[in-house]
Structure formats: C-alpha cells, structure tokens
C-alpha cells in the first residue's frame, strides 16, 4: 500500500458569508431558506443527509439517507426497520444528522431524538414509490449478509412473478423516521479557516419552545 499524504490538499472558501442579523429567528425556516437555495444552485442530491447512530457498544455508526419531509416536528426519511441502524435507534433514540454541500461550503448539523411515524404515513410513502423500489423494500434483509448479487436478482424475479398484477403489499419491516430536533448549527465556509457558524439551542419558556442563536467560534 503506497503511503498518501493529502496535507495540502485544501481550497479557500469563497461563495458566502452568514451574519447574525441575517439569520432567521426560527432555525426550521432557516433550514428551509438554506435548502431551497441549495435546491436553486441545483446541487447534486441536495436532500443527502449523513445519519449518525449510536449501538449498545458506544460505537457510532454513520450512513447517507435521503430526506424525505420536513415541517415544525421534525425531518422525515424511510429506510428498514430491521436494519442495523434500525437496531440501534430502538435501544438509543439520540442521533444526529448532517447535511453537507460543498458546491456553497454550507454544512448544517442537527442533533435530536427520533421516533417511528405512524404506520399509515409510512404505507401511504410506500405505495407512492415506483413499483421496483417497492419490490426492492419488499425483498430486503437490509444489514444481513447476502451470498451474492444473483441472490439479490433472484429474489427480486420471484417477488415480480408473485405480485404480477397485484399490489406490492407494504411491508411491516419498512417505514418513516421523525428527528425531533434539539440542535442545529448552520456552518459557512469563509476564507482563512475564519469560518461562520451558529448554533440554535432548544429552549423551554413556560409551555412555548423557543430557541436561543450562538455565534461558535470556528
């Protein structure tokens, strides 16, 4: 294995700035300004987020998802509840997530709790979904070792065959995610490592959720 030395392997960031005075007060309409701007500059895979869970061993565990839905409760993705990550989040609902998109050196972090949503959101996704990735959902044993990728075509074969002119029915195994948000930091690349970033913290007023806004330091 040759030795690989990336030290000076760097850039300047120069696309923007971000200011206090010019975030919003609320960081879910702050996500959505920053998303929609993203969606704008035609970013690959903007909704990509890195997801970060934690096992019984205290060893975290990170993977790309794509979200799905967002709103004041919270942001919504779909994967297998039996996976490994699935695993994981029933015995630690803590996560984090992370969306990075290097084409306006933005990255936003958001750290919370998750729950399942209900299983009729879930069927109602599911069944919107092209007609192969239902199948797709249907087939997989998402984390588990497979022998091959013949296995995997097999199986696909047999469940087009079995539901030929049918409804692919939504399986038990699959469904939505809800992050509850706790934390968020919006973070602007700048020149110099001289970085923006600011963090908004839950706070609780009486029966009001507000939230309080931090310049970090970079």
Known sequence: MPNRDYHQERRDYQFAQLNRDSLKSNPFEQFSHWMEAAIEQKICDPTAMSVSTVDDQGQPH??????????QNGFVFYTHYD?????????NDKVALLFFWPEMDRQIRIEGQIKKI???QSADYFHSRPRDSQLAAFISKQSQVVA??????????????QFDQQEVPHPEHWG????????????QGRPNRL???????????????????DRLSP
């Not at 490994?84 to 989040?89: D, L, R, S, V």
């Open 62 to 71: 990170s993977r790309v998802v794509l979200l799905k839905a967002f709103d």
């Open 83 to 91: 996976s490994a990550k699935g695993h994981q989040i029933s015995s």
């Open 118 to 120: 209900s299983a009729q």
């Open 148 to 161: 091959n990728r013949q296995a995997l075509e097999d199986s696909m074969q047999t469940a087009k065959e």
């Open 176 to 187: 939505g995610y809800l992050i509850q948000p706790q934390a968020f930091e919006f973070w």
């Open 195 to 213: 970085h923006d970033r600011f963090r908004y913290s839950k706070d609780h007023n009486g029966n009001e959720q507000t939230w309080s806004i």
